[in-house]
């Protein structure tokens, strides 16, 4: 019974990179299956991670003036129904509720697959002048879509997230509101992920239900895929015809607003995994890691209190300057087995103490992102760590943004697109004509999508199309993705 709580060999990334993801998010306890079909409960370790985005994205939204509200669960059926395209686009992962108790319900209730049915009935009723404009509203909530497939943290059948819903006076108000959104996400991910990204908009065909236009940012997993990480709707004023959103302008007269919409997921989770994870297990940026900093103590002999003393000593004083730091102090693992644990569950920092380090009065640190070790004396440790931890964050995001570069090809044709999507994978960075059906005989043929249209200042602002050779515009990203 006792070997079952012992660290297990994990398969490794390059072997079955999904036996790999799975293995890892069991071992580390960052969440289980559910007993229902594509669900999953997200554990303490894992929920912490949340936690983190949670705090550190709410910061920066409440920074550009938004504010959160909350919106119900079920929305009558009648209300999805008003915007068709977006019916359209939600209705195969809807669940209804029909019963209330014993009752058979008048009209059915669908279990949100998003808000903007709701929470447009309800900008109906407070939006009526201009001086009620913008309408800056964000809320964290649960979502229910009746996925066929599943994946812990990437696509489950009710997931954790953060939408926001906003109303504007004019068109390039709105646009302008996007576009911010989607800067926020790239700077969020990036910063405070160490995830690069890529930002663009979304082609007509992979837009989101419902919207003028979509933007998106895209991350590179380290198998080769792309996981949309973010995204930011125009929806021009498709849903306020619908719900009859219309406000009195300065000139007195009734003018319908123009809205947008957005948000992340816990697949923010997931993509953190796929990134950064090694071999041995997560590796997780301090800035969202649950624990920053673990203290294993060597204990030998008449070392051991002095040891132990110490190691809660330096762990008290790491939380004076709000280090996230633990100190283990079970007596039943030996240290070589919490290394190995604690490696597993991607804590950035390890300091180890022992007998040899009390006698030089130091420390060892060893990083999780590179395995360095460093010996530091003890009169000076609280002071190297904060720098240490931030370095790391670099560290982690340089080596995932060495891995896009080198996994982003430039191609000009389409056998040497196949390839690629064959053998190697990754981001393919080309021309496209503008036409749906070369995008879609693409998909058809390959499995990769156009995952944005690139935004960036190019060199080169046209070429030809990938597909059928005509001329190009559109400098676009295809990749297989999640």
Avoid at 217 to 228: H, K, S, T, V, Y
């Amino acid at each position: 019974m006792m070997e079952e709580r012992y660290v297990k060999e994990i398969t490794p990334k390059s072997q079955d990179f999904s036996r790999w993801y799975i293995e890892v998010i069991r071992k580390a306890e960052l969440v289980d299956y559910a007993p229902m079909k594509g669900m999953m409960v997200i554990r303490p370790y894992g929920y912490a991670i949340w936690e983190k985005i949670k705090e550190l994205l709410d910061r920066r939204l409440k920074e550009t003036g938004h504010v959160n509200a909350y919106f119900p669960l079920f929305i009558p059926e009648s209300f999805l129904k008003k915007e068709a395209e977006h019916v359209k686009g939600f209705a195969p992962q809807v669940a209804w509720v029909t019963h209330g108790g014993d009752e058979e319900l008048e009209e059915r209730l669908a279990v949100r697959p998003t808000s903007e049915a709701i929470i447009c009935s309800m900008y109906a009723k407070w939006i009526k002048s201009w001086r009620d404009l913008p309408v800056l509203i964000n809320q964290w909530a649960n979502i229910v879509r009746w996925e066929k497939v599943t994946r812990p943290f990437l696509r489950t059948t009710e997931f954790l997230w953060q939408e926001g819903h906003t109303a504007h006076a004019t068109e390039e108000e709105a646009e302008e509101e996007t576009l911010r959104i989607l800067s926020i996400y790239k700077d969020f991910v990036e910063n405070d992920l160490a995830i690069p990204v890529i930002a663009g908009k979304k082609t007509e065909r992979e837009k989101f239900a419902g919207a003028l236009r979509t933007y998106s940012i895209e991350a590179l997993m380290a198998d080769g895929r792309a996981l949309q990480a973010g995204t930011s709707h125009n929806l021009g004023q498709h849903f306020s015809r619908a719900f009859n959103i219309r406000y009195e302008d300065k000139n007195q007269n009734l003018q319908y607003v123009w809205q947008t919409s957005w948000g992340v997921s816990t697949r923010l989770i997931g993509a953190v995994i796929m990134v950064h994870g090694d071999d041995s297990g997560l590796r997780f940026p301090p800035r969202i890691a649950p624990i920053q900093v673990v203290i294993v103590p060597i204990p030998a002999n008449e070392w051991k209190e002095k040891i132990y003393k110490k190691g809660e000593h330096i762990e008290k004083e790491l939380k004076k300057i709000s280090v996230r730091a633990h100190f283990d102090s079970r007596e039943e693992y030996t240290p070589g087995w919490k290394y190995s644990d604690w490696e597993m569950r991607g804590v950035p920092l390890r300091i180890e103490i022992g007998p040899k380090d009390m006698e030089k009065k130091q420390v060892v640190l060893v990083r999780r992102d590179n395995r360095e070790k460093i010996p530091v004396s003890q009169d000076v440790l609280i002071e190297k760590i904060s720098p240490l931890l931030e370095e790391i964050q670099k560290s982690l995001y340089n080596q995932a943004l060495n891995f896009l570069k080198e996994n982003t090809h430039n191609v000009n044709n389409y056998e040497e697109f196949k390839e690629i999507i064959e053998n190697k994978r990754g981001f393919i960075k080309t021309f496209w004509c503008g036409n749906q059906d070369c995008e879609d005989k693409i998909k058809d043929e390959t499995g990769a999508s156009i995952r944005v249209i690139s935004m960036e200042k190019e060199e080169k602002s046209e070429g030809n199309c990938v597909y059928c050779g005509k001329k190009a515009e559109n400098l676009v990203y295809f990749a297989k993705a999640y």
